[in-house]
């Protein structure tokens, strides 16, 4: 199995910046992509952001220029980046990691981490 532990959620006023990390450990073999979803109270959960060796990085168009993802392989390490936070991205954001095993394609999802951005 693969686990993935997640970092780097608070509280921030609007504005403020925050840097989440997700680190994959355990049975890795071969990591097709990683990425972000979120979800507030009484939503559903959304993707945010993800980064693929195929298709590269995608965004939703809410945080398109204040959000950047990356990805460090060595470190098998997904990062997110946010700045000029609003109070809508106030969420619990969750990290995922797709991995290829032979045949089988399986996704592995993080904890969770809140972020709360005040007004």
């Known amino acids: 199995q693969v686990q993935l532990v997640e970092s780097g959620g608070g509280l921030v006023q609007s504005g403020g910046s925050l840097n989440l990390s997700c680190a994959a450990s355990?049975?890795?073999?071969?990591?097709?992509?990683m990425g972000w979803y979120r979800q507030a109270p009484g939503k559903n959960r959304d993707l945010v952001a993800s980064?693929?060796?195929?298709?590269?990085?995608i965004y939703v168009d809410s945080v398109k220029g204040r959000f950047t993802i990356s990805r460090d392989n060595a470190k098998n390490t997904v990062y997110l980046q946010m700045n000029s936070l609003k109070p809508e991205d106030t969420a619990v954001y969750y990290c995922?990691?797709?991995?290829?095993?032979?045949?089988?394609?399986?996704?592995?999802w993080g904890q969770g981490t809140q972020v709360t951005v005040s007004s």
């Open positions: 995922y990691t797709v991995q290829k095993i032979g045949d089988t394609v399986r996704t592995y």
């Open positions: 355990g049975s890795i073999f071969s990591i097709l992509g």
């Open positions: 980064i693929t060796s195929a298709a590269g990085t």
